[in-house]
């Protein structure tokens, strides 16, 4: 896994195109006020400003096209330098950048480009509006990346799947340690468990049915402890074999304590067999059992909130998680495997399906962005003594329209099963709310 840097990030629709930013670098780089030296450069107006600045991209064309090896990329820091000693003039660096971050200063007559100001840029607090960030959008790479993969390359996941990186990012962080559960769903058909007597994890996997993972996951956990061996016990399984035929096993292990995590991949369906829906599905989406024709618009009954369901089983730890938000999801992976020293723990993960919600693989992380941007889904955390919290709270959501036209399987709505969803989603809130309320006793 690749290493993280900081970058500076722009905001067009907070830019009123006041040039602040370009005279604060000017300044600080040339000792003048002269804008046309600075190496940041907004074009455009009123509403349509564009930034020409240099990204420090991660493969640089600037430095594969320069002749002279004048441009090098600094491992440590990220950022691209420039050495005016070898440097020949011949401009071909301002050719590669696709983003005109490098440029002919005329009044040296050699190239000038963003260097971040040793980490420090002086365009990002001069900015009044806010347009502007310096920012590490992905430090939390740059901590495990070097942890072990314990999934083999290659698995046979959809273009753009969720699944895939929340197994692999799950996997680095609970360790080799561990006895795995994948039950029949989208895990073990990408081939966690295997094809022609191989496996695609690196620890003990197992495949039991959709009615039995918690049942079976809690004997193997027992026998390892009754031979002396401490193992995490962890099973990621499907919506729907865990919120409707494997409910059963999973509501007894609840109940008994059982040691484990158990986390529940949420795609909102039966994916890998052809999409059909499960009872977490969402009402008015399209699924291969809920058509979408002349008299059916969809599927006709609100979603389990499992959850919910879940923490009313005093579970030793219960939280909602998000790949959109990754940090969020590692502290909860965090508490989420020390309760489960002592007690049953669950993960509930909302996990975008670009191909049975219909929408391109790319818009991925944008898809469950937008899901707790409108409080679609919400992101909180429970144990007996702390209660229900927050953990991204949203006090000022999108409407749920910018979350449902997104994806084709809600393309069909009518307006009146728009209303019925976002009643839904204000109903839900207010619901966690008051459990935030009620469960909190500090």
């Given amino acids: 896994m690749g290493r993280a840097y900081s970058t500076i990030a722009f905001d067009p629709a907070k830019c009123d195109g006041c040039g602040d930013c370009m005279k604060a670098c000017a300044q600080v780089k040339t000792g003048t006020d002269d804008i046309a030296r600075s190496r940041i450069q907004i ?3 009123e509403k349509a400003f564009e930034l020409a600045l240099c990204r420090q991209c991660a493969d640089p064309k600037c430095v594969s096209v320069c002749p002279a090896g004048a441009l090098d990329k600094d491992g440590d820091t990220g950022v691209i330098g420039w050495d005016a000693s070898k440097c020949v003039d011949c401009l071909l660096c301002t050719v590669g ?62 273009q753009g799947c969720n699944t895939e990186l929340l197994m692999r990012h799950t996997l680095r962080r609970v360790g080799p340690d561990t006895v795995l559960a994948t039950p029949p769903g989208c895990v073990p058909g990408m081939g966690s468990v295997g094809f022609n007597g191989t496996t695609g994890t690196k620890v ?14 809690a ?20 919506d729907g ?38 009872s977490c599905t969402p009402y008015g989406a399209w699924t291969s059992t809920t058509p979408v024709g002349e008299t059916s618009r969809g599927k006709t009954q609100d979603a389990k909130n499992l959850p919910l369901i879940m923490m009313n089983h005093r579970c030793a730890y ?19 495997l020390e309760a489960s020293k002592t007690g049953f723990a669950y993960l509930h993960v909302y996990s975008p399906c670009t191909t049975g919600w219909r929408f391109p693989s790319h818009q991925n992380m944008e898809v469950a962005r937008k899901a707790v941007e409108t409080n679609f889904v919400m992101l909180w955390e429970y144990t007996p003594k702390t209660g229900l919290h927050f953990t991204k ?12 036209k997104v994806m084709g399987r809600f393309r069909h709505l009518s307006e009146e099963q728009i209303e019925h969803i976002q009643g839904k989603v204000v109903e839900n809130m207010q619901f966690v709310k008051r459990m935030a309320e009620t469960e909190h006793v500090g």
């Avoid at 219960?318 to 989420?336: H, I, N, Q």
């Fill in 43 to 45: 074009q455009g107006r």
């Fill in 97 to 158: 950048c696709t983003y005109a971050g490098i440029a002919l200063d005329e009044a040296t007559g050699h190239v000038a480009k963003c260097d971040t100001c040793d980490g420090s840029p002086a365009c990002v607090p001069a900015c009044p509006h806010g347009a502007l960030k310096y920012i590490t959008t992905a430090n939390i790479y740059n901590e495990v990346g070097q942890w072990e993969d314990l999934f083999a390359p290659g698995l046979a996941g959809c």
């Fill in 204 to 217: 003990p996997v197992f495949h039991p049915l959709l009615t039995n993972t918690a049942a079976m996951l």
């Fill in 219 to 238: 004997g193997i956990k027992r026998q390892y402890k009754r031979v002396g061996r401490e193992v995490t016990a962890l099973a990621i399984a499907g």
């Fill in 241 to 278: 074999g865990a919120s409707d035929v494997g409910f059963q096993s999973l509501s007894g292990a609840a109940e008994r304590g059982e040691q484990m995590l158990f986390m529940v991949v949420d795609n909102e369906g039966y994916m890998n067999t052809g999409m059909q829906r499960s």
């Fill in 318 to 336: 219960v939280a909602t998680a998000s790949t959109a938000y990754m940090e969020d999801l590692y502290e909860k992976l965090d508490r989420a």
């Fill in 393 to 404: 709270s949203v006090e000022d959501p999108l409407p749920v329209t910018e979350y449902l």
